[in-house]
């Protein structure tokens, strides 16, 4: 019989079945993620210290500008933490501590207070402070596993799924 002839492949075949396999849609939680994972490289102590000083000043400088933050995207986002109308104020809680967390004690002090005048405003009833609560509490956690990446304790990969179990939202994952 000789050579088996080859076959061409038929393209609409192809496309119906890169459709049935589609990779799911990029959310805002992934962006995130992939953002803070990256801000954990490991270089060096001064290298810390830099990611601090830009993870605060960007936080500050949204606040300080006036800039909008509540209209953000936030899908995949656990929704206990964008609650209350609290939505794009993720991003800067997260910035925030995280970036006062890679300062040292200076900036533990700093997010501490800022902690306290949360708790006290939720204490007075004030429902988006309960939210900002659970916000920095995503954010400590946060800033310790970027923390173990930054020291050479954890992998890129385990940062992302650190990350992603602290912030996605899983029934949007699914």
């Known amino acids: 019989m000789g050579r088996p002839r080859l076959q061409r492949r038929n393209p609409r075949a192809f496309i119906a079945v890169a459709r049935e396999f589609s990779v799911r849609k990029r959310t805002a ?69 995280i970036g006062c967390r890679f300062l040292g004690w200076p900036g533990l002090l700093a997010s501490w207070i800022m902690n306290q005048v949360d708790v006290m405003q939720a204490a007075r009833g004030k429902k988006e402070a309960a939210v900002e609560i659970k916000d920095n509490l995503a954010a400590f956690a946060c800033a310790e596993v970027l923390l173990s990446r930054s020291r050479r304790r954890i992998s890129r990969r385990e940062t992302a799924e650190r990350l992603r179990k602290i912030l996605a939202d899983e029934s949007a994952c699914a």
Do not use: T
């Not at 993620?33 to 400088?61: F, K, N, T």
């Not at 800039?67 to 609650?83: E, Q």
């Open 29 to 97: 939680c992934d962006r995130l993620v992939g953002r803070l994972a990256s801000c954990g490289e490991p270089e060096g102590p001064w290298s810390r210290l830099w990611i601090g000083i830009s993870l605060l000043g960007r936080a500050c400088d949204g606040y300080l500008l006036g800039k909008r933050a509540r209209g953000l995207p936030v899908d995949g986002i656990k929704n206990n933490l964008v609650a209350h109308g609290q939505s794009g104020q993720i991003y800067r809680h997260l910035d925030f501590h």
